[in-house]
């Protein structure tokens, strides 16, 4: 994996504090405002605790195969790189 644009492909992706599984969930009111924004609009309006199918994040850093957003850590697994 590269740092780059990728578009989630699961129903909801969780978002971490750090790069693993073991590291605690962020809640919906713990990610960016643009995050938020495009939970709801991809999620008819509703909130949820993590990135929704089709949310669209910019990646900073990786390791392994987590990547660093804005918003905190997601697995690359579950994503698609669209640039």
């Given at each position: 994996y590269k740092k780059g644009t990728y578009r989630v492909t699961a129903d909801v992706l969780n978002?971490?504090?750090g790069a693993g599984t073991s590291y605690v969930k962020?809640?919906?009111n713990m990610l960016t405002a643009n995050a938020q924004t495009q939970i709801k609009?991809?999620?008819g309006g509703k909130a949820a605790n993590g990135l929704v199918k089709g949310c669209t994040c910019t990646?900073?850093?990786v390791k392994g195969n987590w990547g660093k957003i804005?918003?905190?850590w997601i697995c690359l697994d579950y994503c698609e790189r669209v640039d």
């Open positions: 978002v971490r504090t962020k809640a919906f609009k991809l999620n990646v900073s850093e804005p918003s905190g």
